[in-house]
Each structure stands twice: as structure tokens, then as C-alpha cells.
């Protein structure tokens, strides 16, 4: 029996917000924080444009996925799931990071064909405080007073700790 996970499917998340539980779905942009004993604290939205992934969208990302398989196990793979069925939106957001400060640190989910999204940082009361725009393929270890500490891959696969600047412009 072979697992093969539906492309642009939405998650499940949570984590821990300063002293808040975070938990939701990435099927909206909407995540609630919740105190220790279960209290509805937060609710922080943000308007975002809602698309649906096409055939196209989802016969490319397979295409994607079983690149680097043989041609044989490529061909089946690609078989079994030509009739896979769409999902009504993309998700709304991808990664959701806090940092040393209390901020929550939520990406756009990242549309097939566009660049990389910016994150949206939110203070400790769920407002919006700007964006931030960092590579895609950024894998962020840390996010501190006045850095981004994470790991890149270039072209052939070597990996690279990289450091970014955080310029925090409420100090």
C-alpha cells in the first residue's frame, strides 16, 4: 500500500506563545491562543486572498514530488493519483514561529508559481506589526532580539547557517 499525501493540504498547528497555547488550522487565517486552563485569550486574523488549487496546480506539484523517482516508479506514482480529487483553497498560512520577544511569527502560505510570502509578525496581543521577508528555503532555528538564525541549502544541496539582521523598529 502506497501513502501519497495530497498536495496544498492543510494542517493542523500548535505551539507555545509566551505564557498562551496556540492551537488552529492553517484552513483560515485565524489562530486562537488559549491560556494554560483552556480560556479563549486571542483571536488573531488578517484578511488574505482565497484561491483554489487547479488540476494544473496539483498535476505539477506531483510532477514535482516524483521527480527523482525512476521513470517506472514515476509513471505508477503519477497513475494512481491522476483522479485525486481538489481541495476547495489553498491553505491560508504555512510555518508559525514565536521569538525571544513574545511575537508570533506566522508565513503566507506559499502559492505554486510565486515567490516566496512574507511573514506577518504579531505583537503579544495579536496585532499585526509588519512583515518580514525571508528566503523560502530558510529552515529558522531562532528567531532573537535582533537576528533570524537559520539553515539554507543552495543549488547541489549544501547546507549554510545563515544570520539575518532583525531590525526592530519599536525599540
Do not use: C
Amino acid at each position: 500500500m502506497a501513502v501519497h499525501p495530497q498536495p496544498f493540504r492543510h494542517s493542523a498547528i500548535a505551539r507555545v506563545w509566551g505564557d498562551l497555547i496556540v492551537i488552529g488550522s492553517n484552513d483560515a487565517y485565524e489562530i486562537r491562543a488559549y491560556t494554560t486552563d483552556g480560556v479563549l485569550a486571542w483571536i488573531v486574523r488578517r484578511e488574505h486572498d482565497v484561491r483554489s488549487p487547479t488540476r494544473a496546480d496539483v498535476d505539477d506539484a506531483l510532477a514535482e514530488r516524483y521527480a527523482d523517482n525512476t521513470e517506472e516508479e514515476r509513471a505508477e506514482a503519477l497513475a494512481e493519483l491522476k483522479d485525486m480529487p481538489l481541495l476547495e483553497t489553498f491553505p491560508a498560512f504555512g510555518r508559525v514561529l514565536t521569538d525571544s520577544r513574545g511575537y508570533l511569527w506566522v508565513e503566507d502560505y506559499q502559492l505554486p508559481g510565486e515567490p516566496a510570502p512574507p511573514w506577518t509578525v504579531f505583537d503579544p496581543e495579536g496585532r499585526v506589526q509588519g512583515f518580514m521577508e525571508l528566503p523560502s528555503d530558510l529552515s529558522i532555528f531562532e528567531i532573537g532580539e535582533d537576528y533570524v538564525l537559520g539553515r539554507v541549502s543552495d543549488d547541489v544541496g549544501i547546507e549554510r547557517v545563515q544570520l539575518w539582521p532583525l531590525d526592530r523598529s519599536d525599540r
